[in-house]
């Protein structure tokens, strides 16, 4: 069973409740994971906030002591990291392995966590008077992230979290829990005082006990956008700062001057690379009307050579999460045909190298589709790419601007003066030129605009760190002869 991790230490909790964890490449069930009851959040909430005032009173230089050996222990056994990932979630080993790697960058940005919290020093801002400002932690911070990235997404927050001195609490997906107990015992072996980082599982009971618990100062959330909405709404109606990234339906723009060869290596890769479950996956391809033909070519003739089977065999992409998400998707492939789009390429008979009652769907290619489809008006978050066929840039754009979602999007082009325009018209939160699934460096901030993004503040970077931090401003005098007198008057600067 995976159990909790609260005060430094599995722990079964008091739940009744369990939930069923798959190998996605078999089908089979291979674990239970606790879920959380009411007593249960209010045992990790409270070892979090017993730890937080010596942490917080941790120096910087132990503190980044602890973060440093952090690193060196997640870099030594990222391969591990990576099988469990594998096995819960079914994505191929290579990409577990890259989502490691991306949140290892976020703990290298934590490293550095002394120069980010640098305030700012006014000497004699009034005569005599220094003026400076600090950041300091919030306290117990409550973290929830969602199936598809279960190492990566909770470390674009809790190392700079942590590193700025708060104590966490996380609430990962019950779909793959074992990342994050994995990832809490290499806290431990880095010295990280027991408290500090904490894994609630569980399921609607586990958040809102976060999101409602006066102790918890702050939410991150990660997840689809009707919940991300929940989340924020409940967490902010109870006083908490509240970041909460939601789902996403990312376009990829292909204008007729592009190497049309760049743009179909693109297009598959950000189609079907995690099969389709990325947030920053690209499912509409915005293709202008007079290359789609030559440009459908070249991505059915990579797609031809992909094998689709169990993550640990050296395929290209991996099952679904679960039987439920595979027939969800597949219901929505069969809806495309239903509502008139040219199926191309029919995942739903794809022969998988492994199991045969994995959770398999193949690459999907649907050409002629329209926006009033379910298809593209729908995330789908499985392998299927929707072409939309536009006359030009105005007609694409157009297209793009009018999506609900805001996530990422990218444009194919040689033509620089299309592609600055495109940066500056798209009402979009992260931008590829060229690139295909533009999640920003660590040192940048992650995060969709329109219903990609409740709150406004985006994941890691300095963004991140403001999030994590509260300012404070200190206006100082130190007595000498000159110091003053009675004045009743609003305090002037001289
Ligand atoms: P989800 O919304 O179902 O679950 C996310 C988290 O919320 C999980 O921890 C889950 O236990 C919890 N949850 C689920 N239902 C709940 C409810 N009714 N009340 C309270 N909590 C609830 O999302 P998922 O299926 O795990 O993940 C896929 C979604 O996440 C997709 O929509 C994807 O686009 C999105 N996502 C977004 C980003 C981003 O950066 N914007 C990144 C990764 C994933």
Redesign the pocket.
Known sequence: MVEHWIGGAPTAGSGDRFADVYDPATGRVTKNVALAAPADVEAAVAAARAAFPAWRDTSLARRTTVLFKFRELLNARKGELAEIITAEHGKVLSDALGEVSRGQEVVELACGINHLLKGGFSENASTKVDVYSVRQPLGVVGI??????PAM?PMWFFPVAIAAGNTVVL?????DPSAANFIAQLWKDAGLPDGVFNVLH???V???GLLTHPDVASIS????????Q??YETGTAHGKRVQA????KNHMLVLPDADLDLAADAAVNAGFGSAG????AVSALVVVDSIADELIAKIKERVATLRTGDGRRGCDMGPL?TGA?RDKVTGYVDAGVREGAELVIDGREVVPDGDADGFWLGPTLFDKVSTDMSIYTD?I?GPVLSVLRVDGYDDGMEMINANRYG?GVAIFTNDGGAARRFRNEVQVGMIGINVPVPVPVAYYS???WKA??FGDTH?HGTEGVHFFTRGKVVTERWLDPSHGGLNLGFPQNS
């Open positions: 929830i992230s969602p199936f598809n990235f997404v609430k990962p997906s019950e779909k569980g399921d609607k586990a958040v809102d959330f990660v997840g689809s956008t009707p919940i991300a929940y989340v990234l939601g789902g996403a479950e990325r947030c920053m999460v998400h995330e978050f996530n992650f995060g969709g990609s993004l994941a």
